[in-house]
């Protein structure tokens, strides 16, 4: 087993920050300063899809199981400590966390299921920014070939989800 300590923040700790401005924004917003949040959701939609296209399946992706590590800098490079990072920036490498439901898998229902949980967790955890999510979605059907296909699937998974939930 393989442990390694994540410099940063998790994902939900830089929304927490982050959304606000985007919400009083608007969605529509991908220049300036939110340009970096459609950014990092590309890159957690491309992360998710690389896990998923080797067959593993995190069975929890949650924003609170994605960390962000930021982008080294020159004092780091150097060897010497820096203060600890702070959730202002939004650069950096997507980093996941918390393997303890993962297990293999092939199958693309087990894969929009993975997909559905995220999106679940983020709009619970993080209301009014379905637009963002969108963006998590755009980058996992770029990351690889089954992309795609499991994409469709999600959708069948939704809407068994609202099936559920209107019938209890």
Not at 132 to 160: C, D, I, N, P, Q
Request: glycine residues 12%; aromatic residues 6%.
């Amino acid at each position: 087993m393989l442990a390694e300590w994540i410099d940063g923040g998790t994902v939900r700790s830089i929304l927490d920050v982050w959304l606000p401005r985007f919400v009083a924004q608007g969605e529509q917003t991908r220049e300036g300063e939110l340009a970096g949040l459609w950014t990092l959701m590309h890159k957690i939609g491309r992360l998710v899809g690389r896990m998923h296209e080797v067959g593993v399946v995190h069975g929890d992706l949650t924003t609170s199981n994605l960390m962000l590590r930021p982008a080294a800098t020159t004092e780091e490079l150097s060897g010497s400590q820096s203060d600890p990072p702070d959730n202002s920036t939004l650069e950096g490498e997507v980093v996941l966390i918390d393997f303890g439901l993962t297990q293999q898998s092939l199958q693309e229902e087990d894969r929009a299921v993975d997909l559905y949980v995220l999106e679940r967790a983020f709009g619970s955890t993080h209301p009014k920014t379905e637009g963002l999510f969108a963006e998590v979605l755009k980058g996992y059907g770029e990351s690889y070939k089954g992309g795609k296909s499991t994409l469709k699937r999600l959708e069948e998974v939704r809407m068994r989800g609202r099936k559920k939930i209107m019938i209890g």
